[in-house]
Nanobody, 125 residues
Framework: QVQLVESGGGSVQAGGSLRLSCAAS????????MGWFRQAPGKEREGVAR???????GYADSVKGRFTISRDNAKNTLYLQMNSLKPEDTAMYYC???????????????????WGQGTQVTVSS
């Protein structure tokens, strides 16, 4: 059974940084695509960043140059380093996993099947 548990959210002022973590269990982590998604109140969920088992990445235009996704396959953990945070980054952030196909899982329209419960990020101006 796939389990994904996010941590690291919190409140920060604009310009600050946060690092989110996602602990994965119940499946062969090193073979799955992983991603971070977010949803703000009244808005649709959007993809933030995605990463393949081999480390290829994809980012939403809104976070390029500010956010970095990474993974530690030995620790079954996914990370999202968020720098230069803006108030518009305020949202619930979700970790997600999917077995692929790997050639498609970086695409913005690719739907992931397994989800965590989320961690709240609030950025004040």
């Amino acid at each position: 059974q796939v389990q994904l548990v996010e941590s690291g959210g919190g409140s920060v002022q604009a310009g600050g940084s946060l690092r989110l973590s996602c602990a994965a269990s119940g499946y062969t982590y090193g073979r799955y695509c992983m991603g971070w998604f977010r949803q703000a109140p009244g808005k649709e969920r959007e993809g933030v960043a995605r990463i393949t088992p081999g480390g290829n990445t994809g980012y939403a235009d809104s976070v390029k140059g500010r956010f970095t996704i990474s993974r530690d396959n030995a620790k079954n953990t996914l990370y999202l380093q968020m720098n230069s945070l803006k108030p518009e980054d305020t949202a619930m952030y979700y970790c997600a996993a999917d077995p692929g196909p790997l050639v498609r899982c970086l695409r913005p329209d690719y739907e992931y099947n397994y989800w965590g419960q989320g961690t709240q990020v609030t950025v004040s101006s």
